[in-house]
């Protein structure tokens, strides 16, 4: 069979937009298998997205799609840290910075809540003891 007799079918699909490596699309469809996992399981799971192959337009596409949820925090230790919902509740973007503001790293963490806000047992216990103490004090 000669390559003359392959039929060839030319499909016209839309320019990518300028920038993006396309990576952020499937990067997409992976978020999607993480909140499916943790509404089966409960299991959390994370994606640094400071480890992937990803351009400025590509997160910033990525930013645009996740859209903006209703809960910020902010963290203040050894540096700024944000942890933004996105739109699509139980996916979070977090973003960690320097002492001179420079991102340092940035996640995609997919939670009930980010276990970065949860606070630890010992600090608990202290905050009981402080609260037993300024009861007593009454």
């Known amino acids: 069979m000669s390559l003359d007799a392959i039929p060839v079918h030319v499909i016209n699909t839309p320019p ?3 920038g993006l490596s396309g990576n952020a699309l499937p990067l997409l469809r992976e ?9 089966e399981t409960g299991a959390t799971g994370t ?13 910033e596409w990525l930013q645009d ?20 919902e996105t739109a699509c509740s139980g996916v979070w973007w977090v973003v960690h910075r320097n002492t001179q503001g420079a991102v340092t790293t940035q996640f995609i963490e997919v939670a009930w809540v980010p276990e970065l ?7 608990v ?14």
Do not use: F, W, Y
């Open 125 to 138: 216990k202290i905050g009981q003891e402080s609260l037993e103490l300024l009861i007593s004090d009454l």
């Open 16 to 18: 990518a937009e300028p």
């Open 31 to 39: 978020i999607s298998e993480l909140l499916r996992h943790l509404l």
């Open 65 to 84: 799609k996740l859209g903006e949820g209703e809960i910020a925090v902010t963290l203040q230790a050894n540096g700024e840290s944000t942890l933004n």
């Open 47 to 59: 994606i640094d997205l400071s480890a992937l192959p990803l351009t400025p337009a590509d997160l």
């Open 117 to 123: 806000v949860k606070a630890h047992p010992q600090d």
